[in-house]
């Protein structure tokens, strides 16, 4: 791999900043991902191409406009960078995968494995997050509290 491991999980925190944050760089992904990037976070379908990833993000950031993303930890190993992270907004955007706006704050856990490929570039992904817990906070699955508290 072309990069060491410091280089490897900052450029996994910046990508998931510059994805998942309000006004994060998603332009600044064409250095660090790999055009071929196939992520998979269920119970989406798999990610196809760095463009559907910036799609995929666009779908967040509109359904969610002060949608922000921390890094809570980084773990690299081989080829493979591990990120724990956590995100919230309030959604206040209509969008096909989350519906009319509710208006409702929502924060969600997450784990990311990223891998690397021999130029140094972010590959494929594989994200595990709560999104029961996120559909449960914006009022649209069962066993619904409301919205979390802010």
Known sequence: MGVSAEESKDIVRRGMEALFTRDGDLDSLDETYSQDYVGHAPPFPDIVGLEAAKGFAMGYRQAFPDLKTTTED?????????????????????????????????????????????????????????????????????????????
């Open 74 to 150: 980084l773990i690299a190993e081989g080829d493979k960078v591990v990120v724990r992270w956590t995100t919230s907004g309030t959604h206040e955007g209509e969008t096909e995968a989350f519906g009319p706006a509710t208006g409702n704050w929502m924060e969600i856990t997450g784990i990311t494995i990223q891998r690397f490929d021999d130029e140094g570039k972010i590959a494929e992904g594989w994200t595990l997050a709560d999104t029961l817990g996120q559909m449960q906070q914006l009022g649209m699955a069962p066993g619904a509290e409301g919205p979390a508290e802010n």
